[in-house]
C-alpha cells in the first residue's frame, strides 16, 4: 500500500525590489518632461491681439513676464476706473504702489540672473485687447527708466491668426 505524504507549506520567494527604484526614477523623469510648468497662476483675464509678424523668444529661462487685464475676481487689486489690473508674478499691484512694485519686480528679476543673462533679459507685456494704452505706458516708462530696454509684447499664435 502506498503512503501519501502531507504537503509542506511552501513559503514565496522574497520579492527582488532591486529594480524599483530604477522604475520610480524612470517615472519620475517622464513626468519632468512632459510636464509644463506655470510661473505663475493668472489673475487676470487675458485675450491678447494678433499680429502680422510673429517671432518666438529663443530662450523662455530669459523672459519676465508682466500681467495687465481684466481682473478675474471683485478682491484683486485694481486701477481706476477699477477694470484694469496689473500682475507682477502671483500678486496684483494697487494703483499707489504700481511704479514702486514694478521697480522692485525688475530688481528681483535682474538679480535671479547672473552677469551675463542680465543684458539678454526681455519683459514681456502680456496685454489684453481691450486696456487702454496709458496703463501700459506708465509700465514702460518704469522699465525705460531702470533701464530695462528689452521688452516684448506677447500676440496670438499664427494658428490664431488665421481664423
Known sequence: MARF????????PAINTGSMSD???MFLFFFMVITNMREAALKVKLKVPNASEVQKLEKKS???????GEPLSATE???PPGKVSVQLNDQTVKQEDLVNDVRDFIGTEKEA?????KNKLTFSLKVDKGVQMRYVNTIKQELRKNNALKINYATGKKSEMQK
Open 5 to 12: 505524504k502531507k504537503e509542506q507549506k511552501k513559503e514565496l
Open 23 to 25: 522604475i520610480i526614477f
Open 62 to 68: 530669459l523672459v519676465a513676464t508682466i500681467y495687465i
Open 77 to 79: 487689486n485694481t486701477l
Open 113 to 117: 540672473r547672473s552677469e551675463e543673462d
